[in-house]
C-alpha cells in the first residue's frame, strides 16, 4: 500500500461512516426542540463538514410539520419518533427533496400524527437502516480503493508531477458519478412505485 492509498485510508475512517446514533440512545422522554437539536448536534456532530454547520434548526423543525414530513409536537414536547424521523430526514435530504421524502414515507406511514396505522414501525425502519448502513461502510474501503486502482491505471502516462492531483481529481469524479446514480436509482423507485 502506497502513502497516497493509506492516507485514503485514513480519511475513510475519519469519515465516521459507522458512528450512528443508536436507538437505546434516544431519549425516551417527552423533550423541547432546543433539547431534541441539542441532542441531535451531540451525537451527529461528526457528520458536519464545518464546525459552525447546523445539522438542525427550529426553523426546519417547523418547516418538516408544516410540509407533513415530522408528526406535531404534543405540549411543545417531542418523543422518540420525532427524534427518530429528524434522524432519518437529515440523512435522507443529504440526496431527496423534501417532497420525495415525504412521498416515500406517505405509504409507509399513513397517517403521520399516529403510529397505529405504520406499514413499518418507525424504530424498524431505522434500526434496519443502521444495519444496512453497517454492511455498505464495511465494503466501502474496498470498494473505494479499487476505483482509485482504476482511475490510476488509466493515468499511467500522465507525467508525475501532474499524477497526484490528476488521480485525486478523476478519483472525486468517479465518486459523484457513483452518487450520482444511486441518487438518480432511488428517485426512479420512489417515481415508479411511491408516486401515483
Do not use: W
Not at 500522465?158 to 497526484?164: I, L, M, P, R, T
Amino acid at each position: 500500500m502506497d502513502a497516497k492509498q493509506k492516507n485514503f485510508d485514513d480519511i475513510i475512517k475519519e469519515l465516521c461512516l459507522t458512528d450512528e446514533i443508536k436507538l437505546s440512545d434516544i431519549p425516551n422522554i417527552g423533550l423541547y426542540v432546543d433539547q431534541v437539536i441539542g441532542f441531535i448536534e451531540e451525537h451527529m456532530c461528526h457528520v458536519k463538514r464545518n464546525e459552525n454547520d447546523k445539522l438542525i434548526t427550529k426553523t426546519m423543525v417547523g418547516n418538516y410539520t408544516r410540509d407533513g414530513v415530522l408528526m406535531p409536537s404534543k405540549n411543545k414536547k417531542y418523543n422518540k419518533n420525532h427524534i427518530i424521523m429528524l434522524i432519518l430526514i437529515y440523512n435522507l435530504k443529504q440526496i431527496l427533496s423534501i417532497e420525495d421524502i415525504k412521498t416515500l414515507f406517505t405509504p409507509i406511514m399513513k397517517d403521520i400524527n399516529t403510529t397505529n396505522d405504520d406499514v413499518i414501525p418507525l424504530e424498524d425502519v431505522y434500526s434496519t437502516l443502521l444495519d444496512i448502513k453497517s454492511v455498505e461502510f464495511e465494503s466501502f474501503g474496498n470498494l473505494f480503493n479499487e476505483k482509485f486502482n482504476l482511475v490510476q491505471e488509466r493515468l499511467e502516462h500522465v507525467e508525475s508531477q501532474n499524477k497526484d492531483i490528476a488521480e485525486i481529481f478523476l478519483t472525486i469524479i468517479t465518486l459523484i458519478a457513483q452518487a450520482n446514480a444511486q441518487k438518480r436509482l432511488a428517485e426512479k423507485l420512489i417515481d415508479k412505485y411511491f408516486k401515483q
